[in-house]
């Protein structure tokens, strides 16, 4: 069963997999991550500008991009195909061009809308008197939004629109519509992407070369790329000198044959007076070749199914790599953000240990807590007591904090992630200084706690037998001095006992260590936290990962066997041009200009 005849099924499980390309996000600059974020761009360029408008829409008509190289001719081949200047050629390109997409007035419909190449707003220019007149009046609509903004643009100065032209010819038969590219090589990173983009919405790729040029990187690149998706791909050798026509297709054949493309279609077009300055429309039977083998991708309905089917069925079958290489660089995005988690959550980890380590040795008895104790209850207040424990709480937890941070710091500067460093600053750093306080937000909680533990004291004297307002503070003070001063206030408990009597001290001083273990914990993880807000902000989770690996499941159980029993449709393939029976004989070109 051809892949077309199942779009329902195929057209769930690729909606499903779009929907988890678009919500992967590689966030963290890792090695990688640029070109992942590319290739994620330019996988849901070609699932909403091709794959699934065509599953939806398989009568649609053909699409055929005309791509290549600055000054490689496409603009002139177009022309050339239409019968009459559509699109403005030429070697110097304007720095911004408007792509051109020609078609069948009765093809309109088809792509006057958001069908395919969703992302371009559509200009329509009426068709003028002169090739000229229709070249200028496109441009001065671009300038007017460039300048402007509208629909699809931003505004403001430099602020351009994208855009597609749509002209309408009677020169092109039905279902078959041509798509004048900006130049892959253009020195317009914007042009650039744009002519990507284009290329990945189309049914047929037509890559235009030169004599000159059919050995340079970037042919080859689009090429091999052609060859990797298993497009329907025709080549087209443009500007050969007559005497060494043989010689040059002979050598570009060998090259061809070299990277596994022998079989694909490959035309030539000799240098002709009318490719000077790109101008003028090449004769006729220069273009007979290319023209009649589109028209027969177009007319012949076999042959138009296969050209489609195929396309489709090499979009689809590349995307396991793909969607693995998404995969895995979600996997690293994961992997970077749960190895710094877990640099903060050790360090934290560690700085809490210390902390209560030295809560329990009673190192807070010292400095003024120490003066006060030796001088309370006779030559010290009560209050007084509390308030030198309650700094020194506040101290140790703020150098608890200073000491993690410092720690995690190291960490990253001798570990494999040194440059997200500025990255994962926590929130607020760099504005006022209260976000840059931990002391004062320990300060906040210690105060917190000790008011607890003035309530809890009050409560239990009130109903304490011949107890007084005054030794609720006294009992206040002798309470934290126990949970803070370690062994040497060992007096505090038998104070406090004689006070309050022991059963009631048995359970005043466990609800109050309960609160200050929660004091501590709070103080630290609220700081970790904050240090792990903009990686948690980043929401580099496992997620991405897993959904993709599961969506692209679903699609393989859905249409594998269609897409590995697809060979039977495949001209040029690897089975030769008999693979794909009556449909691949029709579209293998005939005719002089074919070298094979």
């Not at 040795?361 to 104790?373: K, P, S, Y």
């Not at 002391?439 to 107890?467: F, I, K, Q």
């Amino acid at each position: 069963m051809a892949i077309l005849d199942v779009r329902p099924e195929l057209l769930d499980a690729l909606t499903a997999l779009r929907d988890r390309v678009a919500a992967a996000r590689f966030p963290l600059p890792l090695p990688g991550a640029e070109r992942a974020r590319r290739s994620r761009a330019e996988l849901l360029a070609q699932l909403d500008d091709y794959l699934v408008p065509r599953l939806r829409t398989p009568e649609a008509p053909l699409l055929a991009v005309i791509g290549g190289s600055t000054g490689a001719g496409k603009s002139t081949l177009v022309n050339s195909l239409v019968g009459r200047r559509v699109t403005e050629a030429g070697v110097l390109r304007p720095t911004t061009r408007t792509p051109v997409l020609v078609c069948h007035p009765d093809d309109r419909a088809w792509f006057a809308g958001q069908r395919v190449l969703p992302r371009l707003e559509r200009v329509w220019v009426p068709r003028q008197e002169s090739a000229q007149d229709a070249a200028d009046a496109a441009d001065g609509g671009d300038e007017e939004r460039e300048e402007g903004g509208g629909p699809g643009g931003s505004g403001g100065a430099g602020a351009r629109p994208r855009a597609l032209r749509i002209e309408t010819d009677v020169g092109l038969p039905a279902g078959l519509a041509l798509l004048d590219a900006p130049d892959i090589d253009s020195l317009v990173a914007r042009n650039r992407d744009l002519a990507a983009e284009l290329i990945c919405a189309a049914d047929i790729w037509v890559l235009v070369t030169t004599a000159a040029r059919y050995g340079d990187a970037v042919p080859w690149h689009l090429l091999r790329t052609a060859k990797e998706y298993d497009v329907t791909l025709a080549t087209v050798l443009d500007r050969v000198p007559h005497q060494m026509a043989a010689e040059v297709a002979r050598q570009y054949g060998t090259l061809l044959e070299g990277e596994g493309l022998g079989e694909v279609p490959r035309f030539t077009i000799p240098e002709l007076p009318e490719s000077a300055g790109g101008s003028g429309l090449l004769p006729v039977s220069a273009v007979s070749g290319l023209k009649g083998w589109l028209e027969r991708c177009a007319e012949d309905p076999e042959a138009r199914e296969a050209v489609a089917e195929r396309t489709a069925a090499g979009a689809i079958g590349s995307l396991r790599a793909r969607i693995s290489a998404l995969a895995g660089a979600s996997a690293a995005q994961y992997a970077a953000a749960l190895h710094l988690a877990q640099q903060t959550d050790r360090a934290y980890e560690e700085a809490g240990a210390r902390a209560r380590k030295r809560i329990a040795d009673g190192e807070l008895l010292a400095g003024d807590a120490a003066a006060r104790w030796r001088g309370f209850p006779r030559d010290s207040a009560g209050e007084e007591l509390l308030d030198a424990f309650e700094d020194g709480l506040t101290a140790l937890l703020a150098g608890a904090v200073a000491a993690a941070d410092e720690r995690i710091a190291e960490a990253r500067r001798n570990g494999p992630f040194a440059d997200l460093a500025d990255l994962l600053d926590p929130p607020g750093t760099a504005d006022g200084a209260e976000d840059r306080d931990p002391h004062g937000r320990a300060g906040v909680l210690v105060r917190r706690w000790r008011r607890c533990v003035e309530e809890l004291a009050e409560e239990e004297a009130r109903t304490a037998e011949n107890a007084s307002a005054h030794d609720a503070e006294r009992a206040a003070a002798l309470l934290v001095a126990m949970l803070l001063g370690g062994r040497r206030v060992r007096g505090a408990r038998r104070s406090l006992n004689a006070l309050l009597g022991d059963k009631r001290v048995k359970g005043l001083r466990e609800r109050a260590a309960q609160l200050l273990n929660g004091c501590v914990d709070r103080a630290l993880y609220e700081e970790r936290d904050r240090r792990l807000a903009p990686l948690d902000a980043l929401e580099a989770g496992p997620e991405p990962q897993a959904e993709l690996v599961a969506a692209f499941s679903l699609l393989s159980r859905v249409g594998a066997e269609r897409v590995t029993g697809l060979g039977t449709h495949r001209p040029g393939g690897p089975g030769g041009p008999g693979a794909g029976g009556r449909a691949a004989q029709e579209l293998s070109p005939s005719g002089g200009q074919r070298e094979r």
